[in-house]
């Protein structure tokens, strides 16, 4: 337990500061990455839901509440490579102004950088991941009876601590990973203007097998937004 601490703490540090959501889920086992693995599946889906809380102008401050319910479908390209879209529905609202429910698009790539064993001794029993993702959506909502749009360019690089724990009938998930990272979102429209473009991602995911996976979050640029996910790879 001590070591598993230890190890989360250099995510942390590693990443130094953690919609939008996306998918992070793959399989818990080593070398599913930069190194070709039999056992990996090409097709992942998945579902989220989270809520983000941000400052924008329009043109006057603003606090912009959304909450997402996304299915995604993901394709690994080549094993280290996925890539990603997502379908699903947004309730958005600007300052104190009802909710305005519409659906939301996005299309993304996830590119796993590095997949390291540490404490080989252990028979492989931590290991050390990076990962970059790359997201651009498409939204919509009503201020001041007037219909608005707007794209968000999101991206991530986040690193992760995986800890086998297969064996250890005390705990039921196969292997419990702790992340970290940076993010960087930007809204792309002149009517909604971001205040704050960068923040940080942290959270647990849990593998129960090697397809499924669940994915607890949060993410930060302006007040924190919470997240939750379901992985299931064929």
Do not use: C
């Amino acid at each position: 337990m001590k070591k598993f601490i230890s190890l989360a703490l250099v995510a942390f540090v590693l990443t130094a500061v953690s919609a939008a959501a996306m998918p992070t889920g793959n399989s818990y086992k080593s070398r599913n990455y930069v190194v070709n693995s039999s056992d990996l599946s090409r097709w992942t889906v998945g579902y989220f839901s989270d809520k983000r809380d941000r400052f924008v102008l329009l043109p006057s401050r603003t606090t912009m509440v959304s909450a997402n319910q996304m299915l995604y479908i993901g394709y690994d390209i080549i094993p280290e490579i996925m890539l990603y879209g997502v379908i699903g529905d947004t309730d958005t609202r600007f300052g104190s102004r009802p909710f305005y429910n519409d659906t939301s698009y996005a299309a993304g790539l996830r590119i796993g950088l590095l997949d390291e064993d540490i404490m080989e001794t252990m028979e492989m029993e931590d290991r050390v991941r990076l990962t970059a993702t790359f997201q651009h959506g498409w939204f919509s909502s009503i201020y001041r009876n007037n219909e608005i749009e707007w794209k968000e360019t999101y991206g991530s690089l986040v690193a992760s601590v995986v800890n086998d724990i297969e064996g250890n009938k005390m705990f039921f998930p196969k292997a419990i990973a702790i992340y970290a990272g940076l993010i960087y979102s930007d809204l792309d429209d002149s009517s909604v203007v971001e205040k704050k473009k960068t923040g940080f991602t942290y959270g647990l995911e849990f593998y129960f097998g090697e397809k499924i996976s669940m994915d607890l979050g949060v993410d930060r640029i302006d007040n924190e937004s919470y997240r939750t996910g379901f992985q299931l790879r064929f």
